[in-house]
């Protein structure tokens, strides 16, 4: 890869001006060096042939950005390619937007670095700058005390088809980015006086010697494995900080309230518990998940401890102890270490931790230390231990000992407990709804359950959840899934038994549709022995938590939990909860279900219902927030996307899903999990505590133009995806969906179910196949039609409802972050590609029709986009991604054209390994570099 060219001209409406330029030109030598290191590695392993082939490719690529030749001469560039010859060139491109990923992360490092220098105030969505705007507000402390009780940030890992980055890629990714920030630091050796030019060089021949991705289908097993590494990468480190000073801050500013006295910061995880469609998840695998994350939290308290008795290794002829330390210590006498109580002391707390792990853990980790202790029964009483060491280096001169490695060991216990990571169950309301019936008809109770209308569904479940008796027992003889699914959930029980309740915080229910839904996973975590309300103290550690995914289920989401409220036996499940009820929000199938414009309208109305309904029944509402890493899943910037929330819906608690290469870009390092985490931080607490609405007494008027501009776009998007004749075997041909299936990617299945019915294709492939062919349709389409339609008809009627729409734009957070994340959608997007992967489609016919209304839309809406928001550029409001477009999307163009090549030769029967190599590495160079595609 040469140096990239001065004469850079403008891809799509993506410009650049000169102070943008010199701004970013430390990123482009960044750029030019990683890529000359990656172009002298592919000439010396591949030979001049191939390097000169990728070369081409690279200045073509080029050429077409600055419309110096026609996209086609790149089509026929590639036309007839084979596989040993494309793979090369599309490792290159796939290597180059990896290390391109590099560059642009550490740019921003190095931009933040050069405001706090200049001294300019702290930058939005930092905690500097929050705790400034809470300073400014002068808030009542006992507001503040009470808005934040039991306040959760939780980012929620989840599985992803296109995070296929092999452990090896990871680390060798990461070794670069730290001699890369040394670099951008001045520094031309390494702490050891390595060259740090001849340490890239040989990393990323390492990189370009590694496979990228296994050859196998990728397992549950490697997804739990992929989920764990990012705590030993930043979790550890980054968490127990950000939580301990978020409390810090908020206790000097209003101090005797006790704020955070429970870790804001907790994270969760999906992997091994979400079995909706996922007939891999077994209890075998819940146990595995569980297990897993128990034994890397164990994992990293030995290793602390361990370095903690190197540290610590302070006399008693030289310092004074406190008696409760000495009293610790005295439980491990040995002769060498008889004058150092802090050794001994935490050698005690080792063994104790070591006698745990052997009773809960199905394998032990290193730096174990059997001492014949008994074992710690709960968190709570290592973290007691730990105090006492505390305290006593504070008491005795010492806190700078006792606010290092000692006080973020304290914290890992407060957050990470003996589980790690609350480990979420989930299945759909369907397969609920079948085994639930199965259960009452072996047990005698109701023969055809499902034959009965809701009012009965509910009066004979809740009479089956008030009573003890369970309706079968470890040798009832059930169905294969009526079996699998009790174990699974008594896979659950266990988890919570041997590691704490916040090993499985929630059960979620799919497609919830009713309360009977709700009521189905009560009696199937009643049969686990996960909830008992039959007495007078009911026990309900895992919570029932409604997942509302259409657009009609978030509509009459807040009708069906109130009806659930109504309920004394459900509302009784929720007291046991200190009367807190999580509601989760399903963007993907909403978006699918009826475009980017009406899903995202209809999670703010459902989100205002659902406040109303816990003011009115007096519970504490959480709502969980299932974002994808792209906008046609609800991604986009995590901190605007919070402050557009409605009032009362953070409320000081906030769980949102990460996905695939989404949490590589924000948790790979330290330093750039401590900027995301603190930002979820930030929003959540500026949501909370402030008014960010900004619509003040208008909310009305505001909410009825949306209203209106929602069933509008949703028409037009239902006209094309649900009633145009043909749309499914368009959407088929023109993408890779039927790849993602077919070549294994990820251990879920594509679809739910095997039909061609897009309500039953899974959210991820559907977005990923629109990204991939490079038309993002989920993350606009309709929107366009929808602005339209109602400025004309405005216009008719002597309205100015273009003004109308400015207005809200300058205003609102939440319109004004809809159209922003849009606009991110369509300057990602490229029609010309599109029109690539359109012919695909043999139907002449079909592809016209179709193709014509998706590129007519696509012009409709960037015109609307311009009109409303008065920029050009459709990345006015943010410069970060329009450097990130400008300078790495002519470097994706190879990609695009090499698979539809590739596509093209695996439809027409040619299925050899090479074949599928290439597609599927393709596919995550793409999903690399446009680091949120689905």
Not at 200 to 212: E, K, N, V, Y
């Amino acid at each position: 890869m040469a140096d990239l060219p001065d004469a850079l001209g403008p891809i799509g409406s993506v410009t650049r001006t000169e102070v943008g330029r010199e701004a970013t030109e430390p990123m482009r030598e960044d750029i030019r060096l990683l890529g000359a290191i990656l172009g002298d590695t592919v000439r010396e392993q591949n030979g001049e042939d191939v390097f000169d082939l990728v070369e081409r490719a690279r200045v073509e690529s080029f050429r077409v950005r600055r419309s110096e030749i026609d996209r086609s001469e790149l089509t026929r560039m590639f036309h007839g390619i084979g596989p040993p010859a494309a793979i090369p060139v599309i490792r290159a491109f796939t290597h180059f937007a990896l290390l391109a990923n590099v560059a642009e992360d550490i740019h921003r490092e190095r931009r933040r670095a050069v405001h706090v220098a200049a001294g300019e105030p702290p930058q939005n969505s930092s905690l500097a700058a929050t705790y400034a705007k809470l300073d400014s507000a002068q808030l009542d402390r006992d507001e503040v005390a009470t808005a934040l009780t039991g306040a959760l940030v939780s980012p929620v890992i989840t599985a992803h088809p296109t995070e296929t980055r092999r452990r090896t890629v990871f680390d060798t990714q990461h070794r670069i980015t730290e001699l890369m920030r040394l670099r951008a630091h001045g520094h031309d050796t390494t702490d050891d006086d390595r060259d740090i030019e001849l340490e890239l060089r040989r990393h990323i021949l390492t990189l370009w010697q590694t496979a990228l991705i296994r050859l196998s289908r990728l397992k549950i097993q490697d997804e739990i494995e992929t989920g764990l590494r990012y705590y030993k990468a930043a979790f550890f480190d980054v968490i127990p900080r950000v939580n301990a000073e978020v409390r810090t801050a908020l206790q000097a500013r209003w101090p005797g309230t006790d704020l955070l006295a429970e870790p804001i910061l907790r994270p969760g995880s999906w992997i091994g518990g979400d079995r909706d469609g996922n007939p891999n998840v077994t209890a075998e695998v819940v146990r595995l998940a569980t297990s897993r994350a128990a034994y890397t939290a164990f994992d990293h308290y030995f290793a602390e401890l361990t370095a903690l008795q190197q540290e610590l290794s302070m006399s008693s002829r030289l310092v004074h102890v406190s008696d409760d330390l000495t009293a610790l210590a005295d439980a491990c006498y040995e002769a060498a270490r008889a004058d150092e109580p802090y050794r001994r002391a935490l050698r005690v707390i080792h063994g104790r931790l070591t006698a745990t792990a052997r009773e809960i853990l199905d394998s032990q980790p290193e730096h174990e230390l059997d001492l014949g202790l008994d074992r710690y029964a709960t968190p709570a009483e290592l973290l007691s231990d730990l105090d006492v060491v505390d305290a006593s280096l504070r008491d005795n001169g010492s806190a700078v000992l006792a606010d290092d490695r000692l006080l973020r060991l304290r914290e890992a216990v407060r957050v990470f407990g003996f589980h790690l990571s609350g480990l979420d169950m989930r299945q759909n309301s369907d397969v609920h709804e079948e085994v639930v019936a199965e259960l009452l008809a072996w047990a005698g109770v109701h023969g055809d359950y499902a034959s009965l209308p809701e009012s009965d569904r509910i009066e004979l479940l809740v009479g089956e959840l008030a009573t003890r008796r369970p309706l079968t027992s470890e040798n009832t003889d059930l169905s294969e899934l009526a079996r699998k699914e009790l174990d699974i959930v008594r896979a659950a029980a266990r988890a919570v038994r041997v590691f704490g309740q916040q090993a499985v915080p929630n059960y979620i229910i799919s497609m919830c549709e009713s309360v009977s839904d709700m009521l189905e996973a009560a009696v199937l975590l009643k049969e686990a022995g996960l909830l008992d309300v039959s007495g007078d103290e009911p026990y309900a550690p895992v919570g029932i938590v409604p997942l509302f995914e259409t657009i009609d289920d978030l509509q009459r989401g807040s009708s069906i939990l109130e009806a659930a409220l109504d309920l004394p036996l459900y509302r009784a499940m929720v007291t046991a909860r200190g009367d807190s009820q999580e509601v989760m929000l399903g963007y993907s199938d909403s978006n699918k279900d009826g475009g980017y414009l009406a899903a995202n309208w209809a999670l703010y109305r459902a989100e205002l219902d659902l406040v109303e309904s816990a003011r009115k029944t007096g519970i504490r509402l959480r709502l969980f927030h299932g974002r994808g890493g792209t906008v046609g899943r609800g991604g986009g910037p995590s901190y605007e996307a919070i402050l557009a929330q409605p009032p009362g819906a953070v409320n000081g608690s906030l769980r949102i899903t990460e996905q695939g290469e989404v949490i590589a870009a924000k948790y790979a390092e330290p330093r750039i999990a401590h900027r995301n985490l603190e930002t979820l931080v930030a929003a959540t607490l500026e949501s909370t505590l402030l008014d960010v609405e900004g619509l003040g007494g208008e909310a009305g008027p505001a909410y009825q133009v949306l209203d209106d501009l929602a069933a509008r776009a949703q028409r037009a998007y239902a006209e094309l995806v649900h009633e145009t004749p043909g749309f499914v075997d368009y959407f088929k041909a023109s993408t890779p969906v039927s790849e993602i299936g077919a070549l294994n990617i990820g251990s879920r299945p594509a679809s739910r179910k095997p039909t061609n019915s897009i309500s039953d294709l899974r959210a991820i492939p559907w977005v990923l196949s629109w990204s991939q062919s490079r038309v993002m349709l989920p993350g606009w389409y309709g929107t366009g039609s929808a602005f339209e339609q109602y400025i004309v008809e405005g216009k008719a009627d002597g309205q100015d409802r273009l003004e109308v729409l400015q207005d809200l734009y300058r205003r609102w957070p939440f319109f004004r972050t809809v159209l922003s994340n849009m606009a991110q959608v369509l300057a990602k997007s490229d029609l010309g590609l599109a029109a690539r992967y359109s012919e695909l489609v043999e139907d002449e016919e079909l592809r016209r029709r179709v193709f014509d209304k998706i590129a007519d839309e696509h012009e409709r809406t960037i015109r609307m986009h311009k009109l409303i928001t008065g920029q050009e550029d459709l990345l006015a409001d943010n410069p970060a991604l329009a450097r990130s477009v400008f300078n790495r999307f002519p470097y994706l163009e190879p990609l695009n054209h090499l698979q539809v090549e590739l596509l093209r030769r695996y439809r027409s029967g040619e299925h050899d390994e090479l074949v599928q190599r290439g597609i599927l590495l393709t596919m995550s160079g793409l999903a690399t570099a446009l680091r949120n595609s689905g």
